[in-house]
């Protein structure tokens, strides 16, 4: 059964009121057709409940929008969404990824995530190939998916809208591994599943990292927003020598901000009975104190790591919330600690998450209380962070 327009109805009922489901709800296969963002194709979900997003097939079935009954959710940047076949990965010392990041949801990796690095070419086996080079957060969100399914299929009374595809991200003397993701959401509901299997299709040892860098955009953030999760600890900042500078802390958020640069932070969290980590940014003063917020929740086995971004700059306005396999110090840092991951042949790694609007006062206040229920974050908004570089 599902909710729609505030009647709770049968799969016959909602055949009775129209010729069409799309009348309502469904997945549309669309493409983009102007400047940089020409020849991307996309994959429209609208669940009838207000909830919309669209999926950019041939940007590793990132999300680009989001939005809940008109209100923006996910993040535009000024590059929007361009095409992955104008991309330079080794361009600008590395930095060229910023010329093609924008969306909801922003995959890094698949071997490789944060800042630029050289590493040993030696597990690949091919001599003229000394070091892998590696760019800001990996490849992998700059390619091209293979559309696999999409659509709508009813489960008795409940109808799933769905899509499912495979990127590729391979080389000769190199890595050679798949990324298969399946994004499903149901009639008359206002959250979606991001189910993704990375999956070593090669026969050579291969690192993989992995960080969502979902990004939230005004009204969800707006001065005075409040960034809410179970953190025990503060464990690092990348702007700790100046950390008050820009009298911007973790906790609650500014508006948009002249000569702003951005500042991330790692968190330590912790996870409730079910091992989920549930972390959200909320505008309590949306439309009259009514509310909106936006929660993320991802398994702590899976994302034992935990990042804030936060680019407050006039006109790229954002923050970012990012569970990572790994540390923000990088691949270096977690080869020495022995916390890199490595796949041999057929080795996989799953990850499920859930992505939620929050609406009104009732379900803000209750998330409120999960997470507090967890454990309590400091409500200083510059605690010192620790470097306890401790595993969760």
């Not at 549309?28 to 999926?55: I, K, P, Q």
Request: proline residues 3%; hydrophobic residues 35%.
């Amino acid at each position: 059964m599902a909710q729609l327009y505030g009647d709770n109805l049968t799969r016959r009922e909602i055949s009775r009121r129209s010729g069409m489901l799309s009348q309502f709800g469904g997945v549309r296969l669309m493409e983009l057709g102007d400047g940089v963002e020409r020849g991307v194709r996309l994959l429209e979900f609208r669940t009838g409940a207000g909830l919309r997003f669209t999926v950019l097939i041939d940007r590793a079935f990132d999300i680009a929008d989001l939005e809940y009954n008109g209100a923006a959710v996910g993040w535009h940047s000024p590059s929007g969404f361009r095409n992955p076949g104008l991309h330079e990965y080794e361009g600008e010392g590395g930095l060229a990824f910023l010329r093609s990041f924008s969306g909801l949801l922003v995959t890094c990796g698949l071997d490789h995530t944060l800042f630029m690095h050289s590493d040993s070419a030696e597990h690949y086996i091919y001599k003229p190939r000394r070091s892998v080079e590696s760019s800001l957060h990996g490849r992998i969100s700059t390619i091209p998916g293979k559309l696999v399914a999409y659509g709508e299929k009813w489960e008795g009374e409940e109808c799933v809208l769905y899509c499912e595809g495979v990127v590729q991200q391979s080389a000769v003397f190199g890595e050679d591994l798949y990324l298969y993701r399946r994004i499903e959401t149901r009639l008359g509901a206002k959250d979606l599943i991001i189910k993704d299997r990375v999956v070593n299709h090669g026969f050579y040892r291969t690192p993989h990292m992995l960080c969502y860098h979902i990004n939230v955009g005004y009204p969800v953030l707006a001065e005075g927003s409040l960034y809410v999760a179970p953190i025990k600890e503060v464990l690092w900042a990348a702007h700790e020598a100046t950390y008050e500078k820009q009298e911007v802390g973790y906790r609650v958020l500014s508006g948009p901000k002249t000569s702003f640069h951005e500042q991330v932070w790692e968190h330590r969290m912790s996870a409730d009975a079910e091992g989920k980590i549930p972390v959200a940014l909320i505008n309590d003063k949306f439309r009259n104190s009514e509310g909106l917020g936006f929660l993320v929740e991802v398994n702590e086995k899976e994302f034992p790591c935990q990042f804030q971004w936060q680019n407050l700059q006039e006109g790229q306005y954002a923050m970012g919330i990012e569970p990572s396999t790994n540390h923000v110090l990088g691949k270096g840092f977690a080869k020495e600690r022995g916390e890199l991951i490595w796949l041999e042949h057929d080795d996989e790694r799953s990850y499920t998450s859930r992505l939620t609007v929050l609406s009104g006062r009732d379900e803000i206040n209750q998330v409120k209380r999960r997470i507090q229920s967890i454990c309590g974050q400091s409500e200083e908004d510059f605690p010192k962070p620790t470097a306890n570089w401790q595993h969760t």
